[in-house]
């Protein structure tokens, strides 16, 4: 299995400003997703990190607004831009290896903007 | 495209109630699913897989059984506890997609 880490694990923002978001994972992956789970709703995909490129973004969300770092196999940022109280959520780090077939999931960051 | 459709929720049971969690889902090729558990405060975690038709995934007392006639993967536990109230998520992936996830059930059980 892989081992994830975020951090922050939380933080209260205020609205205009910009927070990154930083993952770590104990093993080399293959791929690394981040999601957003908005209050009492499901998981949505924002990107595919992709290590030396630019991410590739689902529809609905934008680079200007959640850039994407992936400078190697094991860490990713995300960082969520110009913030407005509609992005509080929590934010997913998860990553997948061929070996594993199966997609493994950080603690999340929790973040309220205000 | 792949998407996954689940029962609506809440769903409120009595300790050591039947449950099933209805998921059907649609998807090109042959999709793996899975069924993930959120506990209250805490992260996702995988409850179980299948890979392949027919293939029934178990875990912790629940199961699921890939049903590709009906494109189904309905979760079922036979004597739910209360420490089994969590919300619960079907999930497939298809070959190295990343994961297309349900709207979730919440299910609380009561003593």
């Known amino acids: 299995s892989a081992v994830i880490s975020q951090k922050p694990s939380r933080d209260i923002c205020q609205r205009g400003t910009s927070l990154t978001i930083q993952c770590q994972v104990d093993s080399q992956v293959t791929m690394m997703f981040w999601y957003r789970q908005q209050p009492g709703q499901s998981l949505t995909l924002i990107a595919t990190a992709n290590q030396g490129s630019e991410a590739t973004y689902e529809s609905g969300f934008v680079i200007d607004k959640f850039p994407i770092s992936r400078p190697n196999l094991t860490f990713s940022t995300l960082t969520v831009s110009n913030m407005s109280p509609e992005d509080s959520s929590i934010y997913l780090c998860?990553?997948?290896?061929?070996?594993?077939?199966?997609?493994?999931f950080g603690p999340g960051t929790r973040l309220t903007v205000l | 495209g792949n998407s996954v459709t689940q029962m609506e929720g809440p769903v409120t049971l009595s300790e050591e109630a039947f449950l099933t969690i209805n998921c059907t889902y649609t998807a090109t090729g042959y999709p793996s699913l899975f069924w993930y558990v959120q506990y209250p405060g805490e992260g996702l975690q995988l409850l179980l897989k299948a890979t392949k038709a027919d293939d029934k995934g178990s875990n912790k007392g629940f199961e699921a059984t890939y049903r590709k006639e009906t494109t189904s993967f309905h979760l079922e536990k036979g004597s739910v506890q209360v420490s089994d109230s969590a919300v619960y998520f079907c999930a497939l992936s298809s070959g190295n997609t990343p994961l297309v996830f349900g709207k979730g059930t919440r299910l609380s059980v009561i003593a």
């Open positions: 998860s990553v997948m290896a061929l070996s594993y077939n199966e997609q493994f």
